[in-house]
């Protein structure tokens, strides 16, 4: 049954600190999206890579926020320095025309 | 840029009855996808549409693509509890073999009495 994997799924941290999370796509997908999830803004894009290159990041805050694939089976999100305004869940999603979601990373900065 | 707006917002029904949601955009996409996200959860893919006028079924989920290219619905027949949850259209541009992005609407949260 393959799927997309994201680790941790709950993360609390302090303002200030880096944050990691990862995201391991389903095998054979060479596209790999960062969403992001919260009440007041509903899912957003906020990157995507074809072929571990990025495509789009144009979501993403550029001053904090960084993307990578290290290679096809592992795509990463970091954050630093986390403010509180991160807290949110973050999805990763593989595919192309159709895109299927992970669990999600619930990131509380405090 | 695009826009989604996804209708209703909130939906309780009672257990049997048939549902109906839509979405529309202020610009075309060419491919239309219908979401369901559990609480704690992903969302998952129901149905995907990629031509106009096209009318997919799922099971109990049926969902048509506009003609304009600009709106979607989907029906949900012979509600059951387990549908509760949170409904998301997701529309994508994908010209050209490119361009993947998703623009989400706003969801519809369907609650389902027994």
């Known amino acids: 049954d393959a799927r997309v994997t994201q680790t941790p799924r709950h993360k609390v941290t302090e303002m200030g600190q880096e944050v990691t999370m990862r995201c391991q796509p389903i095998l054979g997908h060479n596209t790999v999206f960062w969403y992001r999830q919260t009440m007041m803004q509903g899912l957003e894009l906020l990157a995507y890579f074809r072929n571990r290159a990025p495509l789009d990041d144009s979501g993403m805050p550029k001053d904090r926020f960084s993307a990578e694939m290290p290679d096809a089976t592992l795509a990463t999100l970091k954050i630093q320095p986390s403010e509180p305004r991160d807290s949110a869940v973050y999805f990763c999603?593989?595919?192309?025309?159709?895109?299927?979601f992970g669990p999600g990373t619930r990131l509380t900065v405090l | 840029g695009q826009q989604l707006n996804q209708s209703p917002q909130s939906m309780f029904i009672q257990e049997g009855e048939d549902v109906s949601m839509n979405c529309t955009s202020s610009s075309i996409f060419n491919t239309w996808l219908w979401y369901k996200q559990d609480p704690g959860e992903g969302p998952v893919l129901l149905i995907a549409?990629?031509?106009?006028?096209e009318l997919t079924s799922n099971g109990r989920l049926t969902a048509q693509f506009g003609i304009t290219r600009k709106d979607s619905f989907l029906n949900i027949s012979a509600s059951i509890p387990s549908d509760v949850g949170i409904y998301f259209c997701a529309g994508q541009l994908n010209s050209g073999g490119s361009n993947y992005k998703l623009t989400f609407g706003k969801g519809t949260l369907l609650t389902v009495n027994p």
């Open positions: 549409l990629y031509k106009a006028g």
């Open positions: 999603a593989s595919g192309s025309q159709n895109q299927y």
